[in-house]
């Protein structure tokens, strides 16, 4: 491999390193000058001492030669303000600065581009005045005339009027915007550019150069192409062309558009050298294109490949190069690297908005703008009171930074916001719970950052305060840590590069990041804070938010370390002029590369073309460049992409890697394109054994809690309180005895979380509760039709049930949005079982959830099992011949699904059978056993009437209630058929032979939350 940079320095004799120092290179980035140096030292670094050129980047050689002040872009948009006001003087600042942003941006690139800003602007009407004004070829016209057509139509939207607003000042704006600069010796870099260009072509600068050099540029800005034009004709100085004939010469491939004109331009100008190197069509190359699903999927195969490739000893570390299409991907990949690579540099640094600290100050903003304001009890005097929202109260007291502080308390606190299901609380509230003491508000030392964060803030002065404190106090909090740990440890590293394995994509941040952190967010909130003062500019919270967040997009903490040893990682533009004989590129996803074009702009398309400014056309063509100009020297190439689509991947494959594959292949006979693709199975399950637990000693004594005897006895602190068995556990092990085991003898559960949304759960129980509101005053009375049509006509009674039985289960959070919508179907739920209950009357209510029936099963080793279930509803309905049938009622707002009557002449333990061995009919057996046990508690009377039935509210206009049976009165033989086979089951769970087992039908597992723990792998 001869790399570009190498090549530029071969050019380079002995007889000119007394000059060198007097001469000027210009690079796209700085990266390249340090490649730059180091073949400089190669070359003559052993024979003599050199002195450097001066090395630039584009952007710095602009601000070197600059007599204007490059102004960062907050003051830029405060100053386009002031003079945008003069225009419309009623326009608010918070209004107008995402306008600012986009109008900045053209601006930029009307001067980058040289345009007539006032031809661009111009507001012509017709077609003679076109042709007369515009000293335009007629393509350019063309695009011209496109616009005016439309401009010149009535507009009908309000955005379509705001544009014509906007755009008919947009001249006036530029003018004065740019007089207002200069006034102040100030700038923004476009306007920097094109003054430098017109300085050097008026004899006004001179640069103090004996030779200047470009080299690895693409696609020029026209001032970029004025100034080179001007140097390699009044000064000694050249350009490189990197350059491959394969998209240099074919005009198909969008790679080669620029360079294409320039070469028709400047080809046989002796300034310009063209590097060019044929390995695109002739080079011997090893492309591997590999389809991974998921960001660290892509980074775990790198590292396993690199590892095997330098096992094999066919990776040189020095010249390979990890390039990162997707940025994001730098701490899964740093986690995935072996340990046989001792030494890497990192060159696109740790990037602040990836911080946990800035995801604290970003929580600390979600709770301000979900802040509600509630009057205090106190009439009369005008007061509130802050109420915060608990999903961010709990992601803020999680924040590592804030936990630190008192994680006992703070876990206790979210658990109970979690076990109460709590959406809204009082700032008050936290601040007791964590047992922080409110300080003299008029001093500022003695307030809390607690007090600080949950107090209301309404104007952005308040929200740079809290920042400023919490930043204050992380900083005390970690140099007062790093100064415990440092007397006994080394001190910390940047270096290390160890991740966090659980996250799999956060760096294990040392004290020392830690304080880079906090340092570099108050030096931005200072800054901002600064310039908003110096303009005497007033802003709302939102937008002093949006000016911080976009402020700390841009600031990366730097890695420290040697740039040149080891394996480079680098993101794909700062991969520009260098070249690597083994790649690893990852994200090649559309979308990603080439990038995603921004179209926010005010001067469409159409006078883009005319005025020959960027569209996103040319942004996938200079990502094309940059992508094959990567590529055409290295010989051993992975191109990584996600698989995944939708909201977890990047969507398809890059249309660079497709090229590779259709397109390079067919011209290069020595290239060998591997493509895999690498990831789970799409479907069906994993092959594994079945788990199961035994019953031994322990596992045996963890079941004993169910055991008669020991129910009522307070727990030790290492075991739980002794319970019965409840028809949903008894459910569960016929689904899947391992599940049984997990969650009701071991105790295993997914983690608790906040109900924000109304889930299945609390919309039945507060169905239920409802109900149970309704009728419990006529509890042992006749219900007849007209107690009900009386009950159904107060509608206020019914609204004020259902707002209690809210909260009863503690969910306030149920009077807006979806939670709104479902409040009003369980009303429409409760009012179609009051009139199906008006059809079945007259009835009498025996019992209502208020209840718990509790039974005994004697096992055959001799112990006793308790059992209870609470029954939604029993009442008893007279029939013809006088006699009372009592129901057993249970309301399921799910699927029912029960068994058949029965087959004729099918015995009633067949029946049963299913109840006891298909989970699908769960409803059913649990209305069995809620029957059963009312039997047992009513003395198990021969000559009781009973039946079991389900309200069916999930199609309840349909089907009503569903009785089990058909309607058929549960007798004494069918209920001790029942008690038999349930004492079959309990003598099963407590069979010390028979271990707690998977069930081999996977099916059961599609709704399980413990499905990853019993071996079921998708």
């Not at 002040?69 to 948009?77: A, F, K, S, Y």
């Not at 993101?571 to 002029?577: K, Q, S, V």
């Not at 727990?715 to 997990?742: D, G, H, W």
Request: hydrophobic share 40%; glycine share 4%.
């Amino acid at each position: 491999m001869h790399p570009f940079l190498s090549t530029i320095v071969e050019e380079i004799q002995v007889d000119q390193l007394i000059d060198l120092k007097d001469h000027c290179y210009v690079f796209p980035t700085r990266r390249a000058s340090v490649y730059f140096k180091k073949y400089l030292t190669e070359k003559f670094g052993q024979e003599q001492y050199v002195w450097s050129p001066h090395l630039f980047s584009i952007v710095e050689f602009t601000e070197q030669w600059s007599d204007q002040v490059l102004l960062d872009p907050i003051t830029l948009n405060l100053e386009l303000y002031q003079i945008y006001q003069k225009y419309e003087p009623q326009a608010r600042f918070d209004l107008f600065y995402a306008w600012g942003q986009v109008i900045l941006r053209d601006m930029d690139e009307i001067d980058k581009y040289l345009v007539d800003a006032k031809q661009l602007f111009a507001n012509l009407k017709g077609q003679r005045d076109l042709e007369e004004q515009f000293a335009l070829p007629p393509e350019q016209l063309a695009f011209l005339r496109q616009f005016w057509n439309v401009l010149e139509k009535e507009p009908n939207t309000e955005v379509e009027q705001e544009f014509i607003k906007i755009w008919e000042i947009l001249s006036d704006l530029y003018r004065d915007f740019k007089q207002a600069l200069s006034a102040k010796d100030a700038a923004y870099e476009g306007m920097a550019q094109r003054a430098i260009v017109e300085r050097l072509e008026s004899g006004e600068l001179v640069l103090p150069y004996k030779k200047i050099v470009f080299a690895g540029f693409n696609a020029l800005s026209n001032a970029e192409e004025r100034l080179v034009e001007h140097l390699t004709t009044h000064y000694d100085s050249l350009i490189y062309w990197d350059v491959d004939p394969y998209y240099l010469k074919d005009k198909k491939q969008e790679a080669g558009k620029f360079l294409r004109r320039y070469k028709e331009r400047w080809g046989e100008h002796t300034a310009h050298r063209w590097v060019t190197n044929n390995t695109l069509e002739t080079g011997v190359k090893n492309i591997h294109s590999v389809g991974v699903p998921m960001r660290v999927g892509q980074a775990k195969y790198i590292g396993e490949t690199i590892e095997q490739l330098i096992g094999e000893n066919k990776l040189d570390q020095t010249t390979s190069a990890i390039v990162l299409g997707d940025e994001g991907m730098l701490f899964p990949v740093l986690y995935a690297l072996p340990e046989s690579v001792p030494t890497i540099n990192i060159t696109m640094g740790y990037p602040l908005k990836d911080s946990p600290l800035y995801q604290l100050l970003e929580t600390i903003v979600q709770l301000q703008k979900t802040r509600q304001q509630k009057e205090t009890k106190k009439e009369g005097d005008g007061s509130t009171k802050a109420l915060f929202y608990s999903k961010y109260v709990i992601a803020l007291l999680n924040n590592p930074f804030i936990k630190s502080t008192a994680p006992e308390a703070i876990d206790k606190l979210s658990a109970d916001l979690i076990r109460n299901n709590r959406v809204y609380i009082y700032g008050d509230t936290v601040l007791e719970k964590l047992d922080v003491k409110k300080g003299d508000k008029n001093k500022k030392e003695q307030v809390s950052i607690f007090e600080r964060i949950f107090t209301g803030m309404d104007i952005f002065l308040d929200l740079s305060d809290c920042f400023n404190e919490v930043l204050l106090e992380v900083y005390r909090q970690v140099e007062l840590e790093n100064r415990s740990t440092t007397e006994l440890d080394s001190p910390p590293d940047l270096q290390n590069r160890k991740l966090n394995e659980e996250t799999e994509d956060e760096l294990t941040l040392t004290p020392l990041m830690e304080l880079e952190f906090v340092y570099h967010m108050l030096k931005q909130l200072r800054r901002i804070h600064e310039v908003l003062r110096n303009y005497r500019q007033w802003v709302e919270l939102d937008t002093f938010w949006k000016i911080f967040r976009e402020s700390i997009q841009s600031v990366k903490l730097p890695f420290t370390g040697e740039p040149l040893k080891g394996a480079q990682i680098m993101g794909f533009l700062e991969t520009r002029t260098l070249d690597f004989e083994h790649l690893f590129v990852l994200g090649l996803n559309e979308g990603k590369i080439p990038a995603k074009s921004q179209n926010n702009t005010f001067i469409p398309f159409n006078l883009r073309r005319a005025f020959k400014m960027p569209t996103f056309l040319d942004q996938d063509a200079i990502y094309a460049y940059h992508f094959y100009r990567l590529i055409q020297r290295a010989q051993q190439i992975y191109l990584c992409y996600n698989t995944e689509i939708g909201d977890t991947g990047d969507g398809e494959k890059s249309r660079f890697v497709l090229q590779i594959e259709q397109e390079l292949t067919k011209r290069n006979p020595h290239l060998c394109v591997n493509k895999k693709l690498i990831g789970a199975p799409m479907g069906g399950t994993i092959d594994v054994p079945l788990l199961e637990v035994r019953k031994t000693e322990a596992v045996m004594h963890q079941l004993s809690k169910f055991e008669v005897d020991l129910a009522e006895e307070e727990s030790t602190v290492s075991e739980p309180r002794k319970r019965p068995l409840s028809p949903s556990a008894l459910n569960t092990y016929i689904q899947c005895p391992i599940q049984f085991y997990m969650k009701y003898v071991a105790g295993l559960k997914a983690k608790d979380e906040l109900q924000e949304e109304l889930n299945a759960a609390l919309f039945g129980n507060v169905l239920h509760t409802t109900i149970e509101l309704l009728y419990k005053p006529f509890k042992g009375q006749l219900i007849e039709k007209s107690l009900i049509d009386k009950i159904l006509k107060d509608t206020a009674r019914i609204d004020k049930a259902l707002n209690i039985a809210f909260k009863k289960e503690q969910f306030e959070h149920h009077k807006e949005g979806m939670n709104l919508l479902l409040k009003k179907v369980i009303r429409k739920l409760v009012d179609a079982i009051l009139k199906y209950d008006k059809n079945t009357a007259p009835f009498e209510i025996i019992g209502l959830e208020d209840h718990q029936y509790v039974s005994n099963i004697k096992l055959n080793n001799g112990q006793e099992i308790a059992l209870s279930g609470t029954i939604d509803r029993i009442d008893q309905i007279p029939r013809e011949d006088g006699e009372w049938v009592v129901r057993v009622l249970d309301y399921k707002t799910g699927n029912v699904k029960v068994s058949s009557s029965g087959k004729k002449n099918q015995s009633i333990d067949d029946y049963l059978s299913k109840y006891f061995e298909d989970p699908s009919v769960k409803t059913g057996f649990q209305a069995y056993l809620y029957a059963w046990l009312y039997w047992k508690h009513s003395g198990m009377k021969k000559q009781l009437n009973i039946q079991a039935g389900l309200y069916n509210l999930k199609q309840f206009n349909a089907n009503g209630i569903i009785y089990l049976r058909k309607g058929e009165l549960l007798d004494y033989n069918f209920f001790t058929a029942f008690e038999d086979k349930l004492t079959a089951l309990l003598n099963e769970i407590y069979n010390t032979d028979i271990p707690f087992s998977r069930a081999e039908d996977v099916i059961r597992y599609d709704y399980s939350e413990l499905k990853e723990l019993v071996g079921i792998v998708e």
